[in-house]
Structure formats: C-alpha cells, structure tokens
T-cell receptor, first 113, second 115 residues
C-alpha cells in the first residue's frame, strides 16, 4: 500500500505571504497530482506532474516533482484569501496493475485577509 | 459544474438501513471511482469500474457493493449501516483505465449521516 504524507496538516497565514506544502512517500509514483477542495465540494485537479524533477507553474502556484518521483511540493507566492482550501496530493503507483490514485490526507490552508 | 453528477447531495438514515448513492460520470469518461472521505482518514479508495467491469477494489466493506450500468452510470449500495459509515462519499471519473495521467473529475459528493 502506497502512503502519501502531507505536511503541514494545517496552515494559517496572512494575505501576501508565501508558503510551501509537502507531499512525501517511500514509494515511487508514475505521476503525481495536486487537487484543491473547498467545503461542500469535490476536489478539483490543479496539476499533474509525471517526470522526476519536473516543475510546473500555474499563476502563483509552483509544483515540483522530486527527482526520485517519491515526493512533491506546492509553493504559493503572495497567497490570497481565494487560495483558502484543502490541498490534496495524489499518486498513481508505478508499475502495471495499479489503476487508482492514492490520496494524502491534505493540508488545510487558511489565508487571512 | 464538473460534469460528474452525484445524487442525493445529503442523506440521513438510521442504523441498520440500506441506501443507494448514484453517480453519472462526465461525458466520454469510462472509468468511475468511489471514494469515502472522513475527517480522520482522508479520501479512501473504495472501488473502480471501467466500461461496466470492476477493475480495482480498495478497503471496501463487505456490506458495501457497487455496479456500473451499460449507460456508464454507477451506483454504490451501502447496507446494514453503522454510525461509523457517516462520511462524504465521492464519485470520480476519468477517460481511461488509469487515472494517473489524466486526473480525476470529482462530483460534489453525497454526505451520509447515519443516526
């Protein structure tokens, strides 16, 4: 069973600050995704990274996949109240026969105006 | 609107009862996944169907079952309900057998409360 550990669990910051959240595992993943979930809604896909060392940017969000494809980070620059939500990482196991994504428990981010 | 439709949005029922949750995947998606989300466990994979066939099983209890119909909609049946089954149940869909590269599209979930 692949486990994804996310840290920190909770993060409360002021508007305009930068932050980084982490997603770590002892397992290798063929790809890793980040989702954001708002209360009462389902998670929404933000990005997919598939190559070790890959960096993707989505406006103020920067996603990185570790070289060994076991970890990932999400960096938000100049956080805004609209960034508030639960950030989930999810991995697709490397190797044949694994079809579903394994999710971390998430980082709950609150951005205070 | 994500394109994945889940009904009902809320469900309150008594212990011992049986309920059915329904999911219509995004148009064109062949895979349907069911997940259970609770505060302490996060999103837990239950089961996956692809084009009508069961393809993967997670930590799904024997009291729970699912199926995918020819029109690709799916139902999750929960029986002999216990208080601990109270959770958010999400359905997600993806175009292919593996969701890794294409990602999932989630519905808004069904909040089940067992009293």
């Amino acid at each position: 069973t692949q486990l994804l550990e996310q840290s920190p669990q909770f993060l409360s910051i002021q508007e305009g600050e930068n932050l980084t959240v982490y997603c770590n595992s002892s397992s290798v993943f063929s790809s890793l995704q980040w989702y954001r979930q708002e209360p009462g809604e389902g998670p929404v896909l933000l990005v997919t990274v598939v190559t070790g060392g890959e960096v993707k940017k989505l406006k103020r969000l920067t996603f990185q996949f570790g070289d060994a494809r076991k970890d990932s980070s999400l960096h938000i620059t100049a956080a805004q109240p609209g960034d508030t939500g639960l950030y989930l990482c999810a991995g697709a196991a490397a190797g044949a026969g694994s079809y579903q994504l394994t999710f971390g428990k998430g980082t709950k981010l609150s951005v205070i105006p | 609107d994500s394109g994945v439709t889940q009904t009902p949005k809320h469900l309150i029922t008594a212990t011992g009862q049986r309920v059915t949750l329904r999911c219509s995947p995004r148009s064109g998606d062949l895979s349907v996944y069911w997940y259970q989300q609770s505060l302490d466990q996060g999103l837990q994979f239950l089961i996956q169907y692809y084009n009508g066939e069961e393809r993967a099983k997670g930590n799904i209890l024997e009291r729970f079952s699912a199926q995918q119909f020819p029109d690709l909609h799916s139902e999750l049946n929960l029986s002999s309900l216990e208080l601990g089954d109270s959770a958010l149940y999400f359905c997600a869909s993806s175009p292919r057998l593996t969701g890794g590269h294409y990602g999932y599209t989630f519905g808004s979930g069904t909040r089940l409360t067992v009293v």
